[in-house]
């Protein structure tokens, strides 16, 4: 398990139990429900020439884009059943945008999730650009196996004791 004590992994590891050092979902009962949002980000590189080709083409299964978009924002809304320990959470929005550079071959996704709770919404939308980028890839495989999922990062987060968070970028 690594060095430490079970106290002092507790008062590092909110979802590690301080006195047998099991795993625990945090109880957000007695937290206030306040807005709460935050914005996550990836990118996918892609070989010279692909990018454009999905930016004008689509693919056999569908406009790219706009699969991806969707299935980002579905698996926001399906965070708690993929990511053991995350809260159940209703959503208000959740949006996906892209940015593509073709100078770089890359397209840069952008995942905002937002909702009225006691918790943060910060692993909704790392879970939606994550998703977006993998559909993205199983989109494009075919035409490119040698496609990089990378930066899959948390950039901003808003509300609840902490505040404003933003990542050094």
């Known amino acids: ?4 004590s079970s106290d002092q992994l507790a008062a590092e590891f909110s ?18 429900r306040t807005a709460r949002s935050a914005v996550a980000a990836a990118r996918v590189r892609m070989s010279p020439g692909v990018l454009a080709r999905v930016l004008s083409e689509g693919g056999p299964k569908g406009p790219i884009l706009e699969v991806a978009r969707v299935a980002g924002i579905q698996a926001s809304k399906k965070t708690q059943e ?6 159940s959470l209703a ?9 593509a550079d073709l100078a770089e071959d890359s397209l840069s996704i952008r995942c905002e999730a937002s909702c009225q ?41 808003r ?6 968070g933003r990542a050094d970028i």
Do not use: W
């Open 159 to 164: 509300g609840g004791r902490s505040g404003l």
């Open 1 to 4: 398990m690594g060095e430490g």
């Open 91 to 99: 959503l208000d929005c959740v949006s996906i945008d892209f940015e």
């Open 82 to 87: 993929l990511i053991p320990m995350c809260h």
């Open 117 to 157: 709770g006691a918790t943060g919404v910060e692993m909704e939308a790392l879970t939606g650009a994550s998703v977006a980028a993998l559909t993205i890839y199983d989109m494009v495989k075919a035409v490119d196996r040698g496609m990089q999922i990378e930066n899959l990062r948390l950039l901003e987060k």
């Open 15 to 32: 979802h590690i139990n301080p006195s047998s050092g099991a795993a625990r979902m945090v109880d957000v009962g007695e937290k206030d």
